[in-house]
């Protein structure tokens, strides 16, 4: 009898690299910024951009401050969904807008990251689709950290545009 030594060494490897792919990928989501527990995910989708910064300060101290977000959203079948910019705000191509505010947040796994935030929705435009969405979740964050050098009195009043891409869950009641 033949045994295959090598394809089973293949097999092997692409399973493990698949199971850690997807432990990776499938990371639980920390209890601070789970969505209520009478929300159900509404929709999802993936925001590509940057994140606009201006140095602020005072003679004592400057500092890279959030300006606002500026990022295309794309749905799941990557077609452009909306766009996602100062307020924050979320608005889709049928015109319903959501403007929020953070009220939890935990660092990213990847430190080099802006945090995983949950949102509460403060107010809805439009009768679209983000109109029953009540709240949202930010993960899987990629960049858009502001740098912590490079602000001081001479670059004071400069923006500065960090890309980064995220997902945001829309919830809503259930």
């Not at 001081?152 to 400069?158: E, P, T």
């Amino acid at each position: 009898m033949r045994t295959n030594v090598g394809g089973f060494a293949f097999v092997a490897a692409l399973a493990a690299n698949i199971f850690f792919s997807f432990s990776v990928a499938g990371q639980q989501v920390p209890p601070q910024i789970q969505p209520p527990g009478g929300e159900q995910l509404l929709l999802r989708v993936r925001a590509k951009g940057d994140q606009v910064y201006t140095c602020k300060g005072d003679a004592a101290q400057f500092a890279w401050t959030l300006k606002a977000p500026d990022a295309q959203l794309f749905d799941e079948e990557g077609k452009l969904f909306g766009k996602h910019f100062a307020g924050p705000s979320w608005e889709a191509k049928d015109g319903s807008r959501v403007t929020g505010k953070a009220v939890a947040n935990v660092p990213s796994p990847d430190a080099d990251s802006i945090p995983w935030l949950l949102v509460n929705i403060l107010t809805h435009e439009g009768g679209g689709v983000l109109a029953r969405a009540t709240s949202i979740q930010r993960l899987n964050t990629k960049g858009g950290k502001a740098p912590a050098s490079g602000c001081d009195a001479s670059h004071a009043g400069q923006e500065l545009r960090v890309p980064y891409s995220a997902d945001y869950f829309f919830y809503a009641p259930k």
